[in-house]
C-alpha cells in the first residue's frame, strides 16, 4: 500500500493551520515589514526540497516552502482585515492603519 498521498494530505493540512495563526501574529507584532522574511524562509524551503533524497521529505518541504511564499500575499490581506475591524490591531502600530 502506498501512504504517500495521506501522508502528504495531512501533512498539508497541519502546515496549513500552522501557517494560519503565525500569519495573524506576524502581522500583529511586525506589520506587512516581515513579509520578506516570508520570502526568504520559502525559497530556502523550496531549495531544500530539490535537493534532499527523501521523497517524503521533499514533499513536506515543498508544502512549507510554497505555504510561506503564500503567507506573503496573505500578511497584506491581514492588514486590511485588521483595517476592516475583524482581528485586533496591535495599539504600538495604529499609525500603520491609517
Given at each position: ?73 496573505e ?8 483595517k ?8 504600538k ?6
Amino acid at each position: 500500500m502506498n501512504y504517500y498521498g495521506f501522508i502528504t494530505a495531512v501533512a498539508t493540512f497541519c502546515i496549513i493551520g500552522i501557517f494560519h495563526p503565525l500569519v495573524i501574529k506576524a502581522e500583529y507584532c511586525f506589520g506587512t515589514k516581515c513579509w520578506w522574511a516570508f520570502l526568504l524562509t520559502g525559497l530556502v524551503f523550496i531549495g531544500l526540497s530539490l535537493i534532499v533524497a527523501s521523497q517524503m521529505l521533499s514533499i513536506v518541504l515543498g508544502v512549507v516552502g510554497c505555504s510561506c511564499l503564500w503567507s506573503i500575499l496573505e500578511i497584506f490581506q491581514q492588514k486590511k482585515r485588521v483595517k476592516r475591524g475583524w482581528f485586533p490591531m496591535n495599539p504600538k502600530r495604529k499609525k500603520d492603519y491609517e
